[in-house]
C-alpha cells in the first residue's frame, strides 16, 4: 500500500512553454501533498504545500506564479511550471500524505520527475 | 545552525560490513523520525519509521532514537551492493505538517 504515482518521469521541453507534472495517490486519500525540487547530489527542497480545495502555501523564495499546484481532489495534485527556463531544469519530487496516518508525520514519495530545459 | 545535521559522506564500506548513519537535530519538540532511502534519480523511499525514543529493528535495518542527546542512528547489518544509495533522515512535529530533512548520506557498498 501508500503508493504515489507520478507523471511523467522525465520531460523535454523548449524554454518558455509550460510543463504539467501530476502526482496521484494510489490507494490512500491525502488532503496534503508536498512538492519537492532536488538538485544533483543535494537534499530536497520543499517548494510547496498542496491542500486539496484551498490555495497551495508556498515556501519563501518559491514563485508561485511560476509554479502553479492544483489540488483538485483527495488523490490528485499537479504542479506546472509556466514559460520554462533553462535555470528550471531540476528533479521534481511529489509526496502525499495518507489521511490515515496524517498524525505521524510520515510521506510517500512519487518516483520524480526529471524535466530539462532547452 | 541547521535544524536537522546529517554528515553527507560520501560513505563506502565492504559487502557485509555493518554500516551506521546518524543524524543529529536541534529541536526538541520532534517526535517523529524517519529514514528515507533513495537511489539514484528516484524518489525517497520510506525505509524506518520511529516514534519518540527507543529502538526499532526491520530485518537487516535496526532504527535508534535518543531523544535526550537529539541523536538518531540507522544501522545495516550484512550491507549488500543493493543497499548503495543514499539514506536522508527526516523528522516532524506531532500535528504539524511538515517534514524536515537531513541532507542525506551517500553510501556505496562494495562487493
Known amino acids: 500500500g501508500a503508493v504515489v504515482s507520478q507523471h511523467p518521469s522525465w520531460v523535454i521541453c523548449k524554454s518558455g512553454t509550460s510543463v504539467k507534472i501530476e502526482c496521484r495517490s494510489l490507494?490512500?486519500?491525502?488532503?496534503?501533498m508536498f512538492w519537492y525540487r532536488q538538485f544533483p547530489k543535494q537534499s530536497l527542497m520543499l517548494m510547496a504545500t498542496?491542500?486539496?480545495?484551498?490555495?497551495?502555501?508556498?515556501e519563501q523564495g518559491v514563485e508561485k506564479d511560476k509554479f502553479l499546484i492544483n489540488h483538485a481532489s483527495l488523490t490528485l495534485s499537479t504542479l506546472t511550471v509556466t514559460s520554462a527556463h533553462p535555470e528550471d531544469s531540476s528533479f521534481y519530487i511529489c509526496?502525499?500524505?495518507?489521511?490515515?496516518?496524517?498524525?505521524?508525520?510520515?510521506?510517500?514519495f512519487g518516483e520524480g520527475s526529471r524535466l530539462t530545459v532547452l | 545552525q541547521k535544524e536537522v545535521e546529517q554528515d553527507p559522506g560520501p560513505l563506502s564500506v565492504p559487502e557485509g560490513a555493518i554500516v551506521s548513519l546518524n543524524c543529529t537535530y536541534s529541536?526538541?519538540?520532534?517526535?517523529?523520525f524517519m529514514w528515507y532511502r533513495q537511489y539514484s534519480r528516484k524518489g525517497p523511499e520510506l525505509l524506518m519509521y520511529?516514534?519518540?525514543?527507543g529502538n526499532k529493528e526491520d530485518g537487516r535495518f535496526t532504527a535508534q532514537v535518543d531523544k535526550s542527546s537529539k541523536y538518531i542512528s540507522l544501522f545495516i547489518r550484512d550491507s549488500q551492493p543493493s543497499d548503495s544509495a543514499t539514506y536522508l533522515c527526516?523528522?516532524?512535529?506531532?500535528?504539524?505538517?511538515?517534514?524536515?530533512f537531513g541532507q542525506g548520506t551517500r553510501l556505496t557498498i562494495n562487493p
Open positions: 520511529t516514534y519518540s525514543s
Open positions: 498542496s491542500n486539496e480545495g484551498s490555495k497551495a502555501t508556498y
Open positions: 490507494d490512500f486519500q491525502a488532503t496534503t
Open positions: 509526496s502525499a500524505r495518507d489521511d490515515a496516518r496524517a498524525f505521524t508525520g510520515e510521506l510517500f
Open positions: 527526516a523528522m516532524s512535529v506531532q500535528g504539524a505538517q511538515k517534514l524536515v
Open positions: 529541536n526538541s519538540a520532534f517526535q517523529y
